[in-house]
RNA sequence: GCCUGUGUGGCGGAAUUGGUAGACGCGCUGGACUCAAAAUCCAGUGUUAGCAAUAACGUGUGGGUUCGAGUCCCACCACAGGCACCA
């Protein structure tokens, strides 16, 4: 069609003037579905092409769903409170209401221009004072349940713009406006008690349907933790310091504490501890860094020793050394750590740049244990030459393979001692020198020459070959091998031995084993061989000698609801100096935001609100003295948290929703968005309706059932597309030269919908030659009623198979369904108004205007009110198929079969083909497979 | 480091419960129509060998289960995304 884009503007002025999309609530005859879409942030940049993917995917499932008879609430708004808005006003010295305003204007212009039902009528923004009225509403709700409150947290802080700036404009510990160096800084923030919530929204997931990335990103933000606080005691002033750990079990090796450098117990100890100067120091250090630095991983690990005071280890009664070091945080946990060097990393690293003592209490277990096993005492000893890159090994030929050198200690050696002199009686090297020992490896093994089996605690080490000093073997009768110096390239693919592979790689890398395995050193817990039930006996000794218990903590904290920005909904508190903070009368909302034209923040970091007296200053509402107003306005997280509840009821100006529509509609059936919004956005509007439902204000704790996120659009270079790198593509241009139906189309054929998929032009044009295809196809149709006799089975397949993909949201196998059937209709001769019209309405969900223009030239109703097609299942059936023969599994020959062929008869049919003779023939037959009407195997011998 | 996802032609990707790997589209090659081009149509297109019939190989790598494996099991590699000193 030529005039493509004035026939996309007649239908999309149809549907609008007629209503077509109008969801109904209330409306029993049909059952509701709700159908939902992350709404967009109306940048000035306009519709990305990334938009216009889940868009189409869910206007496709709200088009079908409508065919099939449902009610369907499919509804759009602007999530338009933010940082951008506020940056260009800030420039242009115009309110950010005013950018906003037409920046919806464009984007709802795309919208329109795409032909998306979405239904006008419930259409909002969050920045619209009647929404935000109940934003605000709901947040003194959280205020009045004890769920909101101030606290002191630490912010980024820019010296040099002297604002606050958000973690992700503090990437990489740098301001991104001027680059210098961001800091920490304390500032009173009201927050959400979400962490209550934490259990609820893990427990709540059962009763969703969201994918399950979804649902383990949910999980994972989350992050419950069973483990155990135990109580170490500050012996001079009998002060508990309480440590939170997941490994009770190794509490024997404990050798010395951490706390974070915040951990109030420093000011308690303050004259007590000698050190102090230098603890304030570090504190101050610490507070320079921002959150990105200090969360970075492989630094260097910092700290300094609290000097002066004496803690025990609860069960060894040692003492150990407490230190403060930032690698300990003060929001998880108790702010505070038993370090455990030998079987934790980050404990490890600390002890060996402070040079404390390591103490082993779980080893690694190798082999299988065995019933009647010896037990020994064992060295692996490695002899690294240096000079030639070679390790030293014996090979045993084919009685045991290669190996290190291996022996058994006696009575009273070390295992340096032992190690050396077993060098030396297998190999006759004696100028070696002992560069370090590896942790204790528990080996289980059968050993053939003593016809027993051993278990053995084995210490590997590590020795440097000096000189080549040899004197002669000193070998057991039974000892037949040869001595050999391989590479590390040998070693890896030649030594197969666990114990030898263990040792070498322990002698290499030297780290903390932080796996299972048998317990020593630990007294009642020596010789429990898995960390399970080492964990519960000791959890159990813990309670009866009152120094532990069992505790389950979350990574999830309280959510910071405080911004220090103006284009945000105001916090609804006043400040009165004698009754302190007070929330705003509910009558009295919405607290509008003022119409200033100045938005640059202030120099101490506050809320450009805070400068603007007029509207800060207020009456108290208790004592009706003088007060302030809250500067601060909340995150950009607030308004989406409950939007998709507004759109049940979106024009009702006496509640945020009535309970009766939002029981109607129920709760969001379906909901698409990005990956990057799987885990906040979503835990944030979770935990927001669930508070609602707990103080009965909504019917579901759940109301957001299936949740699925796509993919990105990349630019044709297989990048992100960016302005910078000049690979985006703008939407607009593409509906103009191809028009809307095209550009609909390729961005359901373009791949799956959850992964992301390069942007082709080249592909695009195909999809647009698929729909002139379908145009042309007009040209043949014939007068007679009915659908053509030869197409009958493929249709019903065809309907079956996109019912199929389109339940799973396959939507790529859904367009070549329907390519699939119109290449058979080109196949045809001729083709009848029947056939014409399904496919029709079939294509119509995804290219809705030229299907309807081209279905009202053959005088039918429009498609947006028709049916869906169904499918017969008595007509899928093909009297004949082909079918493979394959011999030994490799597919020699097809043959075409009647469906009511018996067994044998297909045998027999396919025995005798040709090619299957040659490479039966001179064979035996051992069997033959046949599975009817899908494939015959002959297994020959 | 941990978690998740993905590895299939020149490219995007199909293959529903293990049953003819490469549907559909792009690109490419040849041909028709045309003065020519575009558009359209026809034929071909995993690799190698062969005029062909056909054969060997082929779904990241190495093993395994099975009459039969892209699909199931074990071990590993690469890339992408998320989280990250979470005790």
């Not at 997931?205 to 606080?229: C, H, M, P, Y």
Request: glycine share 6%; charged share 30%; proline share 4%.
């Amino acid at each position: 069609m030529n005039n493509i884009n004035e026939i996309e503007k007649k239908w999309q002025k149809y549907w609008l003037d007629n209503k077509s999309f109008k969801a109904i609530t209330g409306d029993t005859t049909r059952k509701p579905y709700y159908i939902l879409v992350e709404f967009p942030y109306p940048s000035g940049a306009g519709l990305h092409v990334g938009h216009v993917r889940s868009y189409t995917a869910q206007d496709v499932l709200a088009r079908v769903k409508r065919m099939q008879g449902y009610n369907v609430l499919f509804p759009m708004g602007w999530d338009a409170f933010g940082a951008p808005a506020e940056q260009y006003a800030i420039k242009n010295h115009i309110h950010p209401k005013e950018a906003v305003k037409a920046n919806v204007k464009t984007f709802k212009g795309q919208m329109m221009s795409l032909g998306f039902s979405f239904d006008w009528d419930r259409e909002f923004s969050t920045t619209d004072p009647d929404y935000y009225k109940w934003t605000q509403w709901q947040f003194l709700q959280f205020y009045k349940h004890g769920m909101a409150y101030k606290a002191k947290k630490d912010v980024n802080w820019c010296p040099t713009c002297k604002s606050v700036l958000s973690n992700e404009d503090a990437a990489g510990g740098v301001c991104e406006r001027c680059g210098s160096k961001v800091v920490q800084r304390e500032k009173e923030q009201w927050m959400l008690r979400m962490s209550d919530y934490a259990e609820d929204l893990l427990k709540g997931l059962d009763d969703t349907n969201f994918a399950e990335r979804v649902k383990l990103g949910q999980i994972n933000w989350i992050g419950k933790s069973t483990g155990a606080e135990i109580d170490f005691t500050i012996e001079e002033t009998n002060d508990k310091l309480t440590v939170y750990t997941t490994r009770c079990d190794t509490l024997y090796g404990v050798t010395f504490m951490v706390i974070a450098p915040e951990h109030p117990i420093i000011e308690k100890l303050k004259d007590i501890i000698t050190n102090m100067d230098e603890i304030r120091e570090y504190q101050k250090y610490a507070k320079t860094k921002s959150a990105f630095e200090r969360t970075e991983v492989n630094k260097d690990k910092t700290g300094v020793k609290l000097q002066g005071i004496t803690v025990k280890n609860p069960v060894s009664n040692k003492d150990i050394a407490v230190y403060i070091s930032d690698y300990v945080m003060m929001d998880y946990g108790t702010g505070a750590i038993m370090a455990v060097p030998a079987h934790d990393n980050r404990d490890y690293d600390f002890a060996k740049k402070y040079n404390l003592p390591v103490v082993q209490v779980v080893e690694e277990i190798t082999g299988t244990p065995h019933e009647a096993e010896k037990q020994k005492q064992s060295i692996v000893a490695i002899v690294y030459d240096k000079k030639n890159d070679k390790y030293l090994t014996i090979n045993w030929g084919n009685n045991g393979g290669r190996l290190f050198i291996g022996g058994t200690r006696g009575d009273n050696e070390s295992p340096i001692d032992c190690a050396i002199r077993e060098i030396k009686e297998e190999t006759g090297y004696t100028d070696v020198e002992f560069i370090r020992e590896g942790f204790l490896i528990n080996h289980h093994y059968y050993a053939y020459n003593k016809n027993q089996y051993f278990n053995i605690d084995a210490t590997p080490l590590l020795f440097e070959l000096k000189s080549e000093t040899q004197t002669k073997q000193n070998l057991d009768e039974d000892e037949k091998f040869t001595v050999e110096w391989v590479s590390k390239k040998v070693i890896d693919t030649e030594i197969k031995d666990e114990l030898h592979k263990k040792s070498f790689e322990y002698v290499n890398n030297p780290t903390a084993i932080a796996g299972d395995g048998k317990m020593i050193n630990s007294d009642f817990l020596n010789g429990y061989t898995n960390k399970k039930d080492s964990i519960k006996r000791m959890l159990e000794y813990l309670k009866e000698h009152n120094i532990g218990r069992e505790k389950v903590n979350y990574r999830l904290q309280d959510w910071i609801f405080s911004r220090q920005r103006f284009w945000g909904e105001p916090i609804p508190m006043i400040y009165c100096e004698k009754c302190g903070w007070q929330p705003m009368d509910e009558k009295d909302l919405p607290l509008l935001l003022p119409d200033v034209a100045e938005y640059e923040p202030t120099d101490n970091g506050e809320s450009p609100l805070a400068k603007i007296t007029d509207w800060v200053n207020t009456t108290c509402p208790k004592c009706g003295g003088p007060a302030k107003r809250e500067t601060d306005t909340m995150p950009n997280w607030a308004g989406s948290s409950w939007y998709f509840l507004r759109f049940m009821d979106a024009r009702n100006d006496k509640e945020f929703a009535s309970m009766e529509a939002m029981k109607y509609w129920n709760r969001v059936d379906w909901y698409n968005g990005g990956m990057e919004h799987t885990a906040r956005h979503l835990l944030y509007a979770r935990f927001w309706v669930q508070f609602l439902y707990n103080i009965g204000l909504v019917p579901k704790k759940e109301m957001i059932y299936t949740r699925v996120s796509h993919g990105m659009v990349l630019g044709p270079d297989n990048q992100k597309m960016s302005k910078s790198k000049g690979n985006v593509i703008n939407p607009d241009d593409v509906v103009k030269e191809y028009g809307a139906d095209t550009l609909r189309t390729y961005e359901m054929f373009m791949g799956d919908y959850e992964q992301d998929v390069p942007w082709s032009t080249d592909s695009l044009r195909g999809c647009k030659r698929f729909l002139d295809k379908v145009e042309r196809l007009k040209n043949k149709l014939n007068d007679k009623k009915g659908y053509t006799d030869s197409l009958i089975v493929l249709q019903n397949k065809i309907i079956k198979d996109i019912e199929s993909s389109l339940s799973r949201m396959s939507y790529n196998t859904y367009i070549s369904s329907l390519m699939i059937l119109t290449n058979a209709y080109d196949d045809q001769e001729e083709i009848t108004k029947e056939d014409y019209h399904l496919l029709l309405t079939l294509l119509n969900p995804v290219a809705p205007h030229i299907t309807e223009e081209l279905n009202e030239e053959l005088g039918y109703d429009p498609l947006c009110y028709e049916k869906w097609p169904t499918y017969d299942e008595s007509k899928l059936i093909e009297e004949e198929k082909e079918i493979a023969v394959q011999v030994n599994g490799k597919v020699r020959a097809t043959i075409t079969i009647n469906i009511n062929d018996s067994e044998d008869v297909v045998k027999e049919q396919a025995l005798d083909q040709e090619n299957v003779k040659r490479f039966t023939e001179g064979k035996e037959i051992v069997k033959v497979i046949v599975i009817k009407g899908k494939i015959v195997n002959i297994v020959v011998k």
